[in-house]
Antibody
């Protein structure tokens, strides 16, 4: 069974940093692109970025809204996906999801609130 | 940045067929946009349905199919079930990034 479990969300002050994790199991992690997507309260989904699979060199792509502030990485030995978020703003408040391909399995999400 | 547009709401009856579309502000949607479709159910439960325009994810019922119709990507639910009552989002690839549409609320009643 494919499982993705996000963790690491919480309350952070503006300007702060946080790292989210996505623990995966049930599939060969290195075979898949892995994405991060967020959904602010009451709003639509926003793609944040992905990290490619082994065959494509684990390279990354990001949305313009987070490029330079957010970094996606992966620990292939432990099948964990990460999202490092720096210089956080109030508008980054959202529930964050990891996904094995957007059209594939998703986690249940972890919530970030950026507020003083 | 491109804008991706979906119908805000569609209604169908149990057993009926409903077609959701996904339009790009930059022009015709092609296979190079690798259209993806995701279902959202209450409590923000997301399930990927379709990737790469028409590739059904493992375990997704065959009544869900993805295609290109005219200049848009489309998700067709053939023989809708009450459990398909949900929000559906499409996402299109633009060479370096994905853009999600605003979602379509499908009501089955």
């Amino acid at each position: 069974e494919v499982k993705l479990v996000e963790s690491g969300g919480g309350l952070v002050q503006p300007g702060g940093s946080l790292r989210l994790s996505c623990a995966t199991s049930g599939f060969t992690f290195t075979d898949y692109y892995m994405s991060w997507v967020r959904q602010p309260p009451g709003k639509a989904l926003e793609w944040l970025g992905f990290i490619r699979n082994k065959a494509n060199g684990y390279t990354t792509e990001y949305s313009a809204s987070v490029k330079g502030r957010f970094t996606i990485s992966r620990d292939n030995s432990q099948s964990i996906l990460y999202l490092q978020m720096n210089t956080l703003r109030a508008e980054d408040s959202a529930t964050y999801y990891c996904a094995r391909d957007i059209g594939g399995e998703w986690g249940q999400g972890t919530t970030l609130t950026v507020s003083s | 940045q491109a804008v991706v547009t979906q119908e805000s709401a569609l209604t169908t009856s149990p057993g009926g067929t409903v077609i959701l579309t996904c339009r790009s502000s930059t022009g015709a949607v092609t296979t190079s946009n690798y259209a993806n479709w995701v279902q959202e159910k209450p409590d923000h439960l997301f399930t990927g349905l379709i990737g790469g325009t028409s590739n059904r994810a493992p375990g997704v019922p065959v009544r869900f199919s993805g295609s290109l119709i005219g200049d848009k990507a489309a998700l067709t639910i053939t023989g809708a079930q009450t459990e398909d009552d949900a929000m559906y989002f499409c996402a299109l690839w633009y060479s370096t990034h994905f853009v999600f549409g605003g979602g379509t609320k499908v009501t089955v009643l």
